[in-house]
């Protein structure tokens, strides 16, 4: 229902693991440990339940889950894969709704590869929200607008910024900021007294991730054709280049992102 397909979600789970800030996780985790009461987080946008794996063991045990997404096919398989946890809740919720989330008790709304898909007025929206209850935020992964391969080619960059464009089309959720995000966080939070912080998360991806790559790389068929620029005749040749050079010895790409945490004094 979303677009976002659970296999694709399952390839890039241990490239994002790997990418996470580790010093922003270890904030996010000694702000719940002063938090009084059992703190609860929210995590908006969960898809298959990826954030809770990668955070879950490195935060506080006493913490209380609630997992949200609006893509009812995603949310099944978050609960298939996490499993009967009593501390872990689902919720289907449309995001555009941001007056009814759960954030009863929640001490840190957490997302991660979220906030590139949400425009700025969503982002304000949010923000005045996570102020008025005094709710924290980390936003995790989220696309900063850099790729860059150790075998070039020409259209390289023709492609990254087509595809930097689409990024900026209505994901649902308005105009969508796609690499602006990040500094659009920062600076709705620098209105509100929060500390925020910003650490990168970028991929690194080898010969080793070769099936993540080549499907990260068949993904921007559409983006590209859709923006129109390039012929067709264009992409297929990028492309096949660009599959090609995932084999050889020492190739590498790297595709940027930010982590960013926010957090109430
Ligand atoms: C790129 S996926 C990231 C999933 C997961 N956080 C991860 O890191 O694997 C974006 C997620 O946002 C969800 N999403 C997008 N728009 C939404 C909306 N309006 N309301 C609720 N969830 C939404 C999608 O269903 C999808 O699960």
Known sequence: ????????????EPIDQAAR??????KLSRHLTAVKGPPALLDIGCGTGSTWRSLHEALPE???????????EL???????IGAQQRVKFHRHDLNDIDGL???GVAVVTASAFFDLCSESFCRRFVARLRDVRCGLYAALTYDGHMQWSEPH??????VEDFNLHQRSDKGLGAALGPDATAMLRSLFGETGFRVEVAESPWLMGQGHAPMQEAFLRGFVRPLTEIGWLSTAEIEEWLSYRIDAIAKPGSSCVVGHLDLIALPD
Do not use: C, H, N
């Open 1 to 12: 229902m979303s677009g976002f397909d659970k296999d694709w979600l399952g390839l890039r």
């Open 21 to 26: 800030s580790p010093m922003l996780i270890s």
């Open 62 to 72: 006493d913490i209380d889950w609630r997992l949200l997404d609006y893509d009812p």
């Open 75 to 81: 949310l099944a398989e978050a609960e298939r894969q």
């Open 102 to 104: 759960p954030l009863q």
């Open 154 to 159: 020409p259209l390289d960059r023709t492609v």
